[in-house]
Each structure stands twice: as structure tokens, then as C-alpha cells.
């Protein structure tokens, strides 16, 4: 069975970057049917689509953090990676990394436990 | 982007009762050429991510328990749960796919009545 596992700092000052990385298990990366993102969700709120990535490299992300984030692959680790530049406290939240079923932005049927990331200094 | 709509916020259903939750869109998410509709659901519960329900709207994912069902087209859908149980008191969220960014409904809350 397919298992994503989150890592990372959990704290990161003001105005720097936050790493997180996904660990996947139970299967390969290098899948042509899906597609690997990020998702976060501040506490005691809804969920907010990052980005995606394509073992092939292809990747894509929402209009409103494209600025600031890379997501990138390694299929010799099995793993994805998020790079968040120039954090604020509005960063602030749970992150998951999650599956996405054949296409970037479509339905996800796998999620990672999430990892709590707290920007302060 | 697409704007979701949920309601009720939360809902309280006596055991063994039927809950219905909605879920609006602000354009929609049916696409013509293969008429299918770009809707998953989730469930929340605490402390967890969320598990998919249901994608194209009706089509019960692998393992879900037949008293989850999606129903609806265009821009209104709705999940309901025929019989509570307790183990079903979570959050639940839509999510439209139908374009990018995908986004999702703000959550409903159901607990016991």
C-alpha cells in the first residue's frame, strides 16, 4: 500500500525559506498516471492546492503562491520536494503532501500524515 | 478560480439518521465532451488527512462504504450519508478539478445528534 511521509524543519523565520520533503513507499514515484503535490491547511481551516510535479520534472502551481514556490522530484529517492521563499507568519500551517490521480490538479486518493510548519522568529 | 460553497457549516444527525450535505460551485464543473463532472469529497476526521469519497461526482472510491453516495451536476452537488454512524463524525469537503488551481469547499462539519 502507498504511503507518503512528510519532513522537514517544523520552525522557519520570517523571511526565509521553508523546505519540506515526501517521502513515497509502497510504490514508485515514476508513475505516469499520477501526479505529486502539496496541499496546506491552516488550522481549523480549509485546504489550499500549492503545486504539483510529474516524475518527468513538469510542474505547475497555483497562480497565487507560483512566486514563491518549487516543487521538485528525485526518482533516484523516491521523494518530492517543497520550497516555499520568503515566509511570513501567514505561512503558518499544517502542510500534506498527497497524490494526485492522472492528471496535475485532479482528485487526490493518497495523503501523507502532514508536518505542522510554524514561521517565527 | 472556482469558488466552492458548502452548507450547511455544520449539521447534527441523531444515529442512524440521513445527512445531507451540499456543495455549490461558482461556474460549472461539468465537462460537455465526456459529460462528466469534476467533484471529489473528502472526509476529515481529527487529527487526520483527508480520505477521498467519491470522484466524478458519484463514483464511490475503493473500500468506502456504500452509505456514502455523491449526486448532483453543473454547479449543485450533494453527499449524503444515508445511516450515520459514529465513526462518520468528521469534516467533509467538495473539491472541484474541473480547472486549475483545484480548490475545495470551506468543510462541513457533521456530529451526533
Known amino acids: 500500500q502507498l504511503q507518503l511521509q512528510e519532513s522537514g524543519p517544523g520552525l522557519v523565520k520570517p523571511s526565509e525559506t521553508l523546505s519540506l520533503t515526501c517521502t513515497v513507499s509502497g510504490g514508485s514515484i515514476s508513475s505516469n498516471s499520477h501526479y505529486w503535490g502539496w496541499i496546506r491547511q491552516p488550522p481549523g481551516k480549509g485546504l489550499e492546492w500549492i503545486g504539483s510535479?510529474?516524475?518527468?520534472?513538469?510542474?505547475y502551481y497555483s497562480p497565487s503562491l507560483k512566486s514563491r514556490v518549487i516543487i521538485s522530484v528525485d526518482t533516484s529517492k523516491n521523494q518530492f520536494s517543497l520550497k516555499l521563499s520568503s515566509v511570513t507568519a501567514a505561512d503558518t500551517t499544517l502542510y500534506y503532501c498527497?497524490?494526485?490521480?492522472?492528471?496535475?490538479?485532479?482528485?487526490?486518493?493518497?495523503w501523507g500524515k502532514g508536518t505542522t510548519v510554524t514561521v517565527s522568529s | 478560480d472556482i469558488v466552492m460553497t458548502q452548507s450547511p457549516d455544520s449539521l447534527a444527525v441523531s444515529l442512524g439518521e440521513r445527512a445531507t450535505i451540499n456543495c455549490k460551485s461558482s461556474?460549472?464543473?461539468?465537462?460537455?465532451?465526456?459529460?462528466?463532472?469534476?467533484l471529489a469529497w473528502y472526509q476529515q476526521k481529527p487529527g487526520q488527512p483527508p480520505k477521498l469519497l467519491t470522484y466524478w461526482a458519484s463514483t464511490r472510491e475503493s473500500g468506502v462504504p456504500d452509505r456514502f453516495s455523491g449526486s448532483g451536476s453543473g454547479t449543485d452537488f450533494t453527499l449524503t450519508i444515508s445511516s450515520l454512524q459514529a465513526a462518520d463524525v468528521a469534516v467533509y469537503y467538495c473539491?472541484?478539478?474541473?480547472?486549475?488551481?483545484?480548490?475545495f469547499g470551506q468543510g462541513t462539519k457533521v456530529e451526533i445528534k
Open positions: 498527497a497524490r494526485h490521480v492522472e492528471y496535475f490538479y485532479n482528485y487526490i486518493d493518497v
Open positions: 510535479v510529474h516524475y518527468s520534472g513538469s510542474t
Open positions: 473539491q472541484q478539478y474541473y480547472t486549475t488551481p483545484p480548490t
Open positions: 461556474q460549472s464543473v461539468l465537462y460537455s465532451s465526456n459529460n462528466k463532472n469534476y
